[in-house]
């Protein structure tokens, strides 16, 4: 993943998605030295399954390399099997090679998406993004990029931004948490033109844009970010970033999870004409 550099907050907006369904090398390993370590122990899968919150059908999957486990699958599974980090070391291989292609290949999906439903709790959406605001970003990334690096990624993130004027236009829909709103990344200045760039998002027909209080009691997307996008297929699939890469979510298992979720979520948070009133009185300073 160090080479060549990449960076994910330069991403998050093509080839066909079942390309990425082939089993990987990694994958069959890693489901391989999870099975065995199952059978030591004498357990059938059902076994396990009481001991971990994932289901027999989807150990299976992990088991037999059709399915590459996200991070808290093999923690779980690690732990229950007494591996004493053995799993999380093997993981590593699976997400080492993935991420890249598959940023690249989101990208090509998000051009010509029919709808997308995003998430954001850090930063916000590159397709929010002023020029200023994506440059503040990437600056603040560590390891430091060079600013060759920044200005290429800069440049790619404002591109995708044809994206909210294109015919036909796409379905777009951002919750954003307040406290993304609430970080002044790049200065009170570069804060101030974000906050009216995002107003004036909110204007477009095609966009919905609501904001998650911070002082809601309850709130569904306490488990991080992510984006539901429809491909042209009327295909829905889940993309997740964080800090160690990226990926896809396209079992429908997982985009049943994301699609309820996200409705959760947009109940919660500030319906659009109350999340632009906040916006205003954050720009004004009475919020």
């Given at each position: 993943m160090m080479a060549p550099r990449r960076c994910d907050l330069c991403d998050g907006g093509g080839a066909a998605l079942t390309q990425r369904k082939k089993?990987?090398?990694?994958?069959?390993?890693?489901?391989?030295?999870?099975?065995?370590?199952?059978?030591?122990?004498?357990?059938?899968?059902?076994?396990?399954?009481?001991r971990v919150p994932y289901t027999e059908s989807m150990i299976a999957k992990v088991?037999?390399?059709?399915?590459?486990?996200?991070?808290?699958?093999?923690?779980?599974?690690?732990?229950?099997?007494?591996?004493?980090?053995l799993l999380m070391e093997a993981a590593k291989l699976l997400w080492e090679d993935g991420p890249p292609a598959w940023t690249q290949e989101y990208r090509e999906l998000q051009a010509v998406a029919l709808a997308l439903h995003v998430y954001s709790t850090h930063f916000l959406h590159g397709l929010l993004q002023t020029e200023s605001y994506a440059r503040a970003v990437l600056h603040s990334v560590r390891p430091s990029l060079d600013e060759e690096e920044i200005e290429v990624a800069v440049q790619t993130r404002l591109a995708t931004q044809q994206l909210l004027h294109r015919k036909p236009a796409p379905r777009l829909a951002f919750v954003?948490?307040?406290?993304?709103?609430?970080?002044?990344?790049?200065?009170?200045?570069?804060?101030?033109?974000?906050?009216?760039?995002?107003?004036?998002?909110?204007?477009?027909?095609?966009?919905?844009?609501?904001?998650?209080?911070?002082?809601?009691?309850?709130?569904?997307?306490?488990?991080?970010?992510?984006?539901?996008?429809?491909t042209r297929e009327h295909q829905t699939i889940g993309y997740v970033e964080g800090q160690e890469g990226s990926y896809f979510l396209p079992d429908p298992e997982d985009v049943s999870v994301l699609n309820h979720r996200y409705g959760t979520i947009q109940s919660q948070a500030l319906d659009p004409e109350a999340s632009v009133a906040f916006i205003k009185r954050m720009l004004a300073g009475d919020q």
């Open positions: 089993t990987s090398p990694a994958a069959k390993v890693f489901g391989a030295q999870s099975r065995m370590m199952r059978e030591r122990l004498g357990w059938t899968m059902k076994d396990l399954e009481k088991e037999r390399g059709e399915r590459v486990p996200k991070p808290p699958y093999v923690v779980a599974v690690d732990e229950a099997l007494a591996a004493q980090g954003l948490e307040e406290a993304v709103l609430r970080k002044m990344i790049g200065g009170t200045e570069v804060w101030e033109d974000q906050l009216r760039h995002l107003l004036n998002c909110a204007g477009l027909h095609n966009l919905q844009l609501q904001v998650m209080p911070n002082s809601r009691e309850t709130n569904a997307g306490i488990e991080g970010p992510f984006v539901l996008l429809e």
